[in-house]
């Protein structure tokens, strides 16, 4: 493995330097002494480009933050910091005093360390995701659950609507001019529940077929609230995690690789 694992890296450096002498940025004779580091801040840019994406896209989310909170924002984010102190530890080897071996060891063990946080971390978000996603699609509104409360002020709401719909004889009535209505412009939910039919275009919360209350007209027919959100809850936690999981296996090999080259 020692013997593979250096010439491996070697080609890959001696490659490095072969284009960068063919490009005219450095003559044959120049020293390639951070071409090694050079590698390892590529690799650690390449492995944290897609969750520093996640964290940008997903992070403000309000569907995302309602439901699973901060932690896609935390996974995203680990995985950059992790890379981040593993590049500042390869200098710090240099200047520790550490015998051969030992330096080897400390890699592996940091390297190792590092890919199974972010895998782990990884993990939890996906089985969060995934229970959040099927109580809200088979368990929506369920005493204690966390659509219980939002459920709740659905109903409150489209009782004011039926009321409204009764008084103009027409089903197309504004929800936000309706009386009854003021008393809940200030709830958080009933702002949720209007972002949440906007964004999705969605009818109901945990009730199929149920008219909307706020996207009179733009609704998709059949489109529950709680079923297109936890679709969407489901599809981000994957979209970070398994990724993430990847990122984590390649840190790991990446630990084995180094903790086995000989010129380290």
Not at 53 to 65: D, E, K, R
Not at 102 to 111: D, I, M, Q, T, Y
Not at 135 to 142: A, H, I, K, P
Request: aromatic share 8%.
């Amino acid at each position: 493995m020692g013997k593979r694992a250096t010439r491996i890296l070697d080609d890959i450096l001696d490659g490095l330097n072969h284009h960068l002498v063919g490009l005219g940025l450095r003559t044959p004779n120049s020293d390639s002494v951070y071409d090694f580091y050079a590698f390892l801040l590529v690799v650690s840019l390449l492995l944290s480009s897609y969750p520093l994406l996640c964290f940008l896209v997903f992070a403000s989310n309000p569907h995302i933050v309602h439901w699973v909170g901060p932690e896609p924002k935390y996974v995203c984010a680990l995985v950059p910091v992790l890379l981040m102190l593993l590049m500042l530890l390869m200098p710090l080897l240099k200047q520790g005093g550490f015998t051969r071996r030992g330096a080897r060891l400390l890699v592996l063990v940091s390297f190792i360390t590092a890919g199974v946080a972010m895998i782990a971390s990884a993990v939890h978000l996906d089985t969060v995701s995934s229970g959040v996603a099927e109580s809200l699609v088979y368990r929506c509104g369920s005493t204690g659950g966390a659509s219980h409360e939002v459920e709740q002020e659905w109903q409150h709401l489209n009782a004011i609507r039926r009321q409204c719909v009764a008084a103009a004889g027409s089903e197309a009535v504004d929800m936000r001019h309706c009386p009854g209505f003021a008393q809940h412009q200030g709830s958080e939910h009933a702002a949720y529940l209007q972002q949440l039919e906007d964004d999705f275009r969605c009818t109901g919360f945990c009730r199929f077929w149920a008219p909307p209350l706020f996207v009179a007209g733009r609704a998709e027919a059949g489109k529950r609230c709680a079923s297109a959100l936890g679709a969407e809850v489901q599809r981000v936690g994957h979209l970070i995690a398994w990724p993430v999981v990847a990122s984590g296996a390649v840190v790991i090999f990446l630990g084995a690789v180094l903790g086995a080259y000989e010129h380290l």
